[in-house]
């Protein structure tokens, strides 16, 4: 279904998507999209960022909702890349998770996408789908990451976070997944499969 398949935000280099997926979050990605191009031209490194003024960033962060904690997370990220990578986003999952506010889910997002790396960003969507589709019986984000990893080769690992997601979005929603328009309604163990609704009939 997705041949072609990559996180909607847009970013010119690790940094902005590692700021941009901060930004994110309870919001939608074009709404990042809107806000990141300002932020960036104001304060294009991580030391300018690091140096901004919070009330300065919060106003051009606003729209994304929860405008002071994110300016708070993204200046605490901006100090600590400074202080101990010296603003280099460092390539390794041990090491990014390190970095204040990013988890392992934003550090694999930053690997997979800018890199190609094998790492698979466990979120909410990629949780349900391995659930229904039988893939894994863990609630622990890093064990379902293990599994999948059982499950994929590795050289398509990067790949999968964003299809799940996609597909989580497009088909099997969380609370009203189109199993009657599903193409892996035969494989898919999860009961009861949902009907087509009169209104699409
Ligand atoms: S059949 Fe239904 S529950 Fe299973 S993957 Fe498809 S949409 Fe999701």
């Given amino acids: 279904m997705y041949p072609e398949m990559g996180t909607a935000l847009d970013y010119d280099d690790a940094w902005q998507l590692l700021v941009s997926t901060v930004l994110s979050a309870q919001t939608t990605d ?6 990141a191009p300002v932020l960036f031209a104001t304060w294009p ?13 919060e106003e051009v962060v606003y729209s994304t909702g929860f405008y002071r904690q994110k300016t708070k997370s993204i200046l605490a990220l901006a100090a600590d890349l ?33 890199w190609g790396d094998p790492a698979i960003a466990v979120d909410t969507h990629v949780k349900r789908v391995s659930h229904r589709l039988g893939l894994t019986d863990n609630t622990d984000p890093v064990k379902i990451e293990a599994d999948l990893k059982e499950l994929y080769l590795k050289e398509t690992w990067a790949g999968i976070s964003m299809r799940f997601i996609q597909f989580g979005r497009d088909v099997c929603d969380a609370r009203k997944p189109r199993c009657w328009d599903c193409p892996l309604r035969d494989r898919c163990p999860f009961e009861p499969k949902t009907r087509r609704p009169p209104q699409e009939r």
């Fill in 30 to 35: 074009d709404n990042v999209n809107r806000v």
């Fill in 45 to 57: 490194t991580p030391e300018d960022l690091a140096a901004a003024k919070p009330e300065e960033v």
């Fill in 82 to 114: 400074v202080e101990r990578f010296a603003g280099e986003v460092p390539r390794d999952l041990d090491e990014m998770v390190t970095l204040k506010g990013v988890g392992r889910k934003t550090a694999s997002v930053v690997l997979a996408e800018v």
